[in-house]
């Protein structure tokens, strides 16, 4: 098992915390304080998608569950009561390491039955987030898709991806290989409250070029935009203008959406950091997950007249104003008016991302 070559003082082993099938030990270590590691055996790596899902891949591979980037929005958040975990805190730092998780996939590719179908890495939680850098889940993992001659793709914030660039070129020369980045924000302050375990905005920009120089394409989900916090038009226009110049192939932008879990979490953060929010908030959300049709045209035609401006798409017409959603003396006020007051300087498709809780 990983890490058994470290003395007594760098991890603690402790007895088992939550009953998880395949269990082999709990890990803490000083490098990840306040983490909890839970090492599983795993029976299984591929995940297959609900045929009812609006998923465009029909398998997945999660090497972890729980993600220390900790995003305050993060959709998967609810996966984590499945096992009878909360989506909070636990989700944060009671991690799932399935550190066999390379040598069942290989087993798994090599059957007679598997069709080499497209598999996405990153539709839950993140493989390259920093525990990666100890249990090295992620080489087995794309050796094992390119030695059987299966095509996959690669979604992540974790700047550790770079790592693998090397592996991931010779495997672009046996299938098809994609690569994404996540990026919705330029703010470093914003970005240190909303994901604070993810590496910084310039960080992945730096990247997305990486990947591009070493002559893979590289999308950009920018992905969940912040109504008042980060759909102001200046900001959009940044964001792009960023990515255009970092050398992104793509980008897919979207609305946040609040989950059960995820939701309580979040509206919990906005209390604390933009009180003066709470209520708009809830007016958007209070049907239900998703931001009101209203709102996500009104931001689809703002980010579309960004990708014009920055050739990633079509010119569109554009909504210079936000529809009034907040009601009574502050109707019809001008987004980038009340964004400029809030913000500060400049899971995935949204049908990838309403299926994704399915996918672990």
């Keep these: 098992m990983r890490w058994n070559t470290q003395t007594a003082k760098a991890e603690a082993e402790g007895p088992p915390l939550i009953p998880l099938a395949g269990l082999l030990r709990a890990v803490r270590t000083p490098e990840f304080q306040g983490i909890t590691f839970h090492e599983v055996a795993a029976r299984s790596a591929l995940n297959k998608v609900p045929p009812a899902s609006s998923m465009p891949f029909r398998w997945t591979i999660n090497p972890y569950r729980g993600c220390s980037h900790a995003c305050v929005y993060c959709f998967a958040r609810g996966t984590h009561t499945y096992l009878d975990l909360d989506a909070g805190l636990d989700f944060d730092r009671q991690l799932v390491v399935k550190v066999n998780v390379a040598e069942v996939l290989r087993a798994e590719l090599a059957r007679p039955s598997w069709r080499r179908e497209h598999v996405a890495l990153g539709t839950n939680t993140d493989p390259y987030q920093r525990a990666e850098g100890r249990y090295a889940l992620m080489p087995g993992i794309i050796r094992a898709l390119a030695d059987s001659g299966t095509p996959f793709s690669i979604l992540t914030k974790g700047t550790l ?4 660039l090397p592996l991931l070129k010779s495997a672009a020369a046996q299938v098809p ?3 994404g980045v996540s990026l919705a924000m330029l703010d470093p302050e914003l970005q240190a409250v909303v994901e604070p375990g993810t590496p910084t905005p310039s960080a992945r920009l730096s990247l997305i070029s990486k990947l591009r120089d070493a002559g893979l394409p590289c999308g950009v989900m920018a992905m969940p935009i912040l109504p008042w916090l980060t759909d102001g038009e200046d900001q959009l226009d940044a964001l792009f203008a960023a990515l255009a110049a970092a050398g992104a192939s793509g980008v ?9 879990g995820t939701k309580e979490w979040f509206m919990g953060w906005l209390a604390r950091d933009h009180p003066q929010l709470v209520g708009r908030y809830r007016r958007l959300y209070g049907q239900g997950a998703y931001a009101p049709k209203e709102y996500r045209t009104w931001l689809g035609r703002r980010v579309a007249e960004a990708k014009r401006r920055h050739g990633f798409d079509r010119p569109d017409t554009v909504a210079h104003r936000m529809p009034d959603l907040d ?4 109707g019809g006020t001008s987004r980038s008016d009340a964004t400029a007051a809030v913000s500060g300087t400049a899971e995935r498709t949204t049908a990838a991302a309403a299926g994704q809780g399915q996918l672990f």
Excluded: W
Excluded at 252 to 260: D, E, F, I, N, V
């Design 161 to 164: 991806l770079a790592r693998d």
């Design 177 to 179: 290989v994609g690569a």
């Design 327 to 330: 009601g009574g003396a502050e």
């Design 252 to 260: 897919t932008a979207g609305a946040l959406h609040l989950r059960p």
